[in-house]
């Protein structure tokens, strides 16, 4: 198994800003996964963290509004920028170390004002 | 494309009672199925997984799940719960041959168990 580590794991935000989650595994990954849980709603898949090279975005994801960076094997980050309201949600990153077998972090709650 | 309908929102059941969460998912292509679950305030904790093989898979905490194509369901089962298991369940599909990453994800379920 793998244990993640995010932070912040809440945060309260002003319209505008951005704010950067990170994302700690405690053993080397090769795939690691952004995903978002808005309220009420089920979890869709932000975006692929590629090591060494740029995230892999999901339809109706872009790289302005939710830049990734993967520097090394144990460690991501998100930016949500330029923060609206519809963006208050849970963000949780998630690292396979198996086929289909995804262990997620206890995610970011986000609240945007 | 796949989706994933979990039937119920809520489910209040009694302690010691059993529970079915029901899955119901649509593919053009075979699917790995999977259940996770989410305890107030943490992350997602995978409960079991259909890769292939017997269709009845068993998991942790005493539950289990069956695989029907027939039906393109896969619920989940516990024949006696407890307060512990007050819970969401979500229940995903990750097509044959896709990233790894890529589940497709129900609503939940909230199991809430009673005393």
């Known amino acids: 198994s793998a244990v993640i580590s995010q932070k912040p794991s809440r945060d309260i935000c002003q319209r505008g800003t951005s704010l950067t989650i990170q994302c700690q595994v405690d053993s080397q990954v090769t795939m690691m996964f952004w995903y978002r849980q808005q309220p009420g709603q089920s979890l869709t898949l932000i975006a692929t963290?590629?090591?060494?090279?740029?995230?892999?975005?999901e339809s109706g994801f872009v790289i302005d509004k939710f830049p990734i960076s993967r520097p090394n094997l144990t460690f991501s980050t998100l930016t949500v920028s330029n923060m609206s309201p519809e963006d208050s949600s849970i963000y949780l990153c998630s690292a396979s170390l198996a086929p289909g077998e995804l262990f997620f972090g206890e995610g970011s709650r986000l609240t945007v004002l | 494309a796949q989706s994933v309908t979990q039937l119920d929102s809520q489910v209040p059941v009694f302690e010691e009672a059993p529970v079915e969460l029901r899955c119901n998912y649509s593919s053009s292509v075979s699917v790995y199925l999977f259940w996770y679950v989410q305890y107030p305030n943490q992350g997602l904790q995978l409960l079991l997984k259909?890769?292939?093989?017997?269709?009845l898979v068993k998991g942790i905490n005493g539950f289990e799940a069956e695989f029907n194509k027939s039906q393109t369901s896969f619920h989940l089962r516990k024949p006696s719960v407890h307060i512990s298991d007050t819970a969401e369940y979500f229940c995903a599909v990750s097509p044959h041959g896709g990233s790894q990453g890529n589940l497709i994800f129900g609503k939940g379920t909230k199991l809430s168990v009673k005393p």
């Open positions: 259909y890769l292939s093989g017997s269709t």
């Open positions: 963290a590629n090591q060494g090279s740029e995230a892999t975005y």
